[in-house]
């Protein structure tokens, strides 16, 4: 459950699977970027799981277990396994693995943007909200995107507004730029009334928080 909840944070849509039953189910109906298997499962092991997913797709493959002797590794590997980390094991150790498997599969990296729970897909232009896609304006995913590339940056009003000016075919001025500014905040903050996301400087701009 922690490990579900902080790949989420991250932005990943997660699907969880505590057998190995219920995850033959799911990888004959559904198609994933990446599959992090334990080894010990209650109904089987992660090397069996291991063969039956790479019997059907080049889905990279993460093994976790309590077993860190070399025996073990090299199973895992030659089995076609991406990578594989001992527990216990540090979050970000495990989250850096995640996105080095991604970025060498050619599924994740150069076009996605992830803060907070959520994640922009530049080369798709979707962006998603705790793993569920939330729909924008070409106004507000413009804007979104000028924030998320500039992340941490103070952006003045028109310097956003000579950025998104026109990008739906709407005419823009510094009274829309507030109302989709309210309109964006709506949809990525979790309370639009207290954004964490999209952050106000008094009397300067907007920034997106870090």
């Given at each position: ?134 729909p ?14 500039n ?47 999209l ?7 907007y920034?997106?928080?870090?």
């Amino acid at each position: 459950m922690g490990l579900s909840y902080a790949l989420r944070e991250e932005g990943y849509g997660v699907t969880t699977c505590r057998d190995t039953v219920s995850a033959q189910k799911k990888i004959k109906i559904q198609d994933f970027d990446l599959a992090i298997l334990d080894v010990s499962l209650p109904d089987g092991n992660g090397y069996d799981l291991c063969r039956e997913i790479k019997k059907v797709s080049d889905t990279p493959i993460i093994f976790l277990t309590v077993f860190n002797e070399e025996s073990n590794v090299v199973k895992g590997l030659d089995m076609g396994a991406d990578d594989y980390i001992a527990k216990p094991f540090r979050l970000r150790e495990l989250l850096s693995r995640v996105r080095t498997v991604l970025r060498r599969a050619g599924g994740d990296e150069r076009d996605i943007i992830r803060m907070n729970g959520l994640t922009i897909d530049t080369s798709k232009g979707i962006v998603m909200k705790n793993g569920t896609e939330i729909p924008l304006t070409a106004l507000e995913y413009r804007l979104l995107q000028t924030f998320a590339t500039n992340r941490g940056q103070l952006l003045t009003r028109r310097q956003l507004l000579e950025e998104i000016w026109d990008a739906g075919g709407d005419f823009v001025n510094d009274n829309t730029l507030t109302v989709y500014i309210k309109r964006l905040r709506e949809k990525i903050e979790e309370d639009p009334q207290h954004p964490v996301l999209l952050q106000t400087v008094r009397g300067m701009g907007y920034r997106m928080g870090d």
